[in-house]
């Protein structure tokens, strides 16, 4: 089982509708990063937090610290979404290693 | 654009060949990674140089040499390759590797398959 876990692997969505992601992790850790995979393979760091909540335009991510839970939520979904979404996580033993979730991927038709 | 510039983007190498990936940021960041992104699995990390000094090996076998001749620059060496190495190698940079909140950046990556 991998300690870090993603649901769902796949999802598509009509353009519009309100999309969530989630991961859930069986460790203790000092940071959570989601992470946008694009079909060309760069992947670019979308948020990083440790408690609460972060938004960045139409992205929220939540995470519950106690719970071992973290969310990310697009609102008013576009096209462009569409990609892989990578949790990540810092595990307070690991000093620099992020370990990762194997991803959702994310379809949005227009 | 990340601030990460990886070369090539695509390469194609027999079990016999050398070559090298190269990774490049000029962020100012001190810390620098080698990840492998195999299909259907997760991101591995391979690597971790800070100040140019390795500071982690993930159990990588050693037909993948790196080399960080300074804070900017990120080579991956490649020998003897084997077909199962074929993956996406993902080169990543970070301010620092100490902490909890240390954002790291990732380049584009380099599609490898190995014939």
């Known amino acids: 089982k991998n300690e870090v876990e993603q649901s769902p692997q796949n999802l598509t969505a009509q353009e519009g509708e309100f999309i969530t992601i989630n991961c859930s992790y069986s460790?203790?850790?000092?940071?959570l990063h989601w992470l946008q995979q694009h079909p060309g393979g760069g992947i670019v760091s979308l948020f990083m937090?440790?408690?609460g909540k972060k938004k960045h335009g139409r992205l929220i991510a939540t995470i519950n610290i106690q719970e071992k839970h973290s969310s990310l939520h697009i609102t008013a979904s576009h096209p462009r979404d569409s990609a892989v979404y990578i949790c990540?996580?810092?595990?307070?033993?690991?000093?620099?290693?992020?370990?990762f979730g194997e991803g959702t991927q994310l379809t949005v038709n227009p | 654009e990340t601030g990460v510039t990886q070369t090539p983007r695509h390469l194609v190498m027999g079990m016999t060949n050398k070559k090298s990936l190269k990774c490049e940021q000029h962020l100012g960041h001190n810390a620098m990674y080698w990840y492998k992104q195999s299909a259907k699995k997760p991101l591995e990390l391979m690597f971790v140089y800070n100040f140019k000094e390795q500071t982690e090996n993930n159990s990588v076998p050693s037909r993948f040499s790196p080399e960080c001749p300074n804070s900017s620059h990120l080579f991956l060496h490649l020998h003897t390759l084997q077909p199962e190495d074929s993956a996406l190698y993902l080169c990543?940079?970070?301010?620092?590797?100490?902490?909890?909140?240390?954002?790291?950046?990732f380049g584009q990556g380099t599609r490898l398959t190995v014939v």
């Open positions: 937090l440790s408690s």
């Open positions: 990543a940079s970070s301010q620092g590797i100490q902490g909890a909140h240390t954002e790291a950046f």
């Open positions: 460790v203790g850790i000092s940071a």
């Open positions: 990540a996580v810092k595990k307070e033993t690991s000093g620099s290693r992020l370990t």
